[in-house]
């Protein structure tokens, strides 16, 4: 298979460092806050590319941290911990809202198809790890001690610029990150390891370490985090693009001054996802959730099928229109599909023919609209519909767009006496089909308010794919 290489710039025939086996880390969600679908449009691609390694036979170990710690936000002067910030707006402890969004997270994943990594680890509970890697870089004169930070010396390595290819100093315009405005750095691109002089005194979280009180770097995350379960080499590195830099450069300058070898051999990044106004955001503007979709009567997994119509590399712009699209051709070859007929023989060597052709069509860099094409040709071959169902079931093992339905057993017809409708049941209908009508107009303030109308008078509306059902209090 050919994948990008971010490293290189190049697209190169992927070989892992041990054969038939694949170590892949990827940088988990900072949990201060529900992630949004871009951050789950970089999710998913990584899952595609874990699950097509695993279709091509490598045995795949997928480690992902959790950031619950460190992560600042980098408006200005202002920056400040990001899980901090989310403690505060929502007047509960940072373990707290960690654990209720870590869970929030995994719950968009499950709904996205987005398979759960082997391996998940918060940072908090790696600061050992840390503290013994910062040891290290000190001890190697990678690291030094300035009024109270330690700071990782970006001097000290040869090509700190290898993944961006780029100056350090075209890279930190704009960018303000760490310690704004620190003074005691000795380089403008060094970046702290460990915070003691927090300029946050609120901070929540703070262990003993041998430099004082204090709390770790983002950076530092998430190369202890693989090392300790990957171990010295990593085959494959994932992030969404915004993390090239300074996140991923960061780690690569003290996973190899720490190592003393190449670290990681692969970067694969995912870009991003724009709304119409351009960067998509969690504070302006709409905030674009797994939930709000299926609060408008979207299928999460219609999302998943926009998405892969994408190749990961360009910038995918969400609208409604555009979403609309996708799920109503979504919606369609489903129809197809249910319309086969299930049974009968499965020519094998044709499932396996097929095979080969995706592996060798999506194998060209993550070519996941070239998947989407495959449904297609799939459906069109001359065989048995058997056989097509067969290989829909082995190609939707990477894809994850539920193709094969199982079809509902035919129950045996039970004639019952229905009560006539209340009133009240009669109205809650009357509603559900108008803002059905609303949702096709796109009247979604008028659809929220018939909502929020049922939902006072203690009626919960639950969309599903089969229609809009209800529950009563
Ligand atoms: P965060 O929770 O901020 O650490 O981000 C989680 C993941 O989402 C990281 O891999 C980011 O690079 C990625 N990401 C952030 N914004 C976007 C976006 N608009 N589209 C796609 N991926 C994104
Ligand atoms: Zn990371």
Not at 105 to 114: E, G, H, S, T
Not at 263 to 269: A, G, I, K, P
Not at 338 to 366: E, H, P
Request: hydrophobic share 35%.
């Amino acid at each position: 298979m050919k994948i990008y290489n971010t490293l290189t710039r190049t697209l190169e025939e992927f070989k892992p460092i041990e054969d038939g086996k694949v170590q892949m880390y990827t940088c988990g969600p900072t949990v201060y806050h529900f992630a949004h679908i871009g951050n789950l449009r970089t999710y998913m691609m990584e899952d595609v590319l874990e699950k097509f390694l695993r279709y091509s036979g490598y045995d795949v170990k997928r480690v992902m941290n959790i950031t619950d710690v460190g992560h600042l936000t980098s408006d200005g002067d202002t920056g400040e911990d990001k899980m901090l910030k989310g403690a505060k707006r929502e007047k509960k402890t940072v373990l707290e809202i960690a654990e209720f969004y870590k869970n929030a997270f995994f719950a968009d994943c499950a709904k996205l198809n987005i398979k759960t990594p082997d391996v998940i680890e918060p940072a908090t509970q790696c600061i050992d790890e840390f503290i013994k890697t910062i040891e290290g870089l000190i001890e190697k004169g990678y690291a030094y001690l300035a009024d109270g930070n330690v700071y990782f010396d970006t001097s000290k390595v040869a090509d700190y610029n290898a993944l961006t290819g780029h100056s350090s100093e075209e890279l930190m315009v704009g960018v303000r990150e760490d310690v704004t405005e620190d003074t005691s750095k000795r380089n403008k691109s060094d970046f702290v390891l460990w915070f003691t002089k927090s300029k946050f005194d609120d901070q929540e979280l703070k262990w003993n370490s041998p430099w004082g009180i204090g709390y770790p770097g983002w950076h530092i995350e998430c190369s202890c985090i693989s090392m300790k379960h990957c171990g010295e080499y990593l085959d494959i590195h994932c992030g969404g693009v915004d993390n090239i830099f300074p996140h991923h450069t960061n780690e690569i300058a003290q996973s190899e001054a720490y190592l003393g070898h190449k670290w990681c051999n692969y970067w694969f990044h995912v870009h991003h996802l724009n709304d119409e106004t351009g960067k998509m955001s969690k504070s302006k503007g709409e905030f674009l959730t797994v939930s709000l979709l299926e609060s408008k009567g979207y299928d999460p997994i219609a999302y998943r099928f926009f998405c892969l119509q994408s190749h990961y590399r360009k910038p995918l712009v969400f609208s409604y229109e555009a979403l609309d699209q996708a799920s109503a051709t979504y919606k369609k070859l489903l129809r197809r599909i249910d319309n086969l007929k299930d049974g009968g023989d499965v020519d094998a060597s044709y499932v396996q023919a097929n095979r080969d052709k995706f592996i060798k069509a999506v194998g060209s860099d993550m070519n996941t609209a070239l998947g989407i094409t495959a449904i297609y040709d799939i459906l069109k071959a001359q065989v048995s519909d058997a056989t097509k169902i067969a290989c829909l079931k082995d190609i939707d093992t990477v894809l994850s767009v539920n193709l094969v339905r199982e079809k509902a057993p035919e129950a045996p017809v039970e004639i019952k006496e229905e009560a006539p409708k209340t009133e009240f049941e009669l109205e809650i209908e009357a509603l559900i089909l108008e803002r059905k009508e609303a949702k096709k107009a796109k009247n979604y303030a008028r659809a929220d308010e018939i909502r929020n109308y049922l939902k006072e008078k203690g009626v919960t509306l639950v969309d599903t794919a089969q229609g809009t059902t209800y529950t009563i209090e």
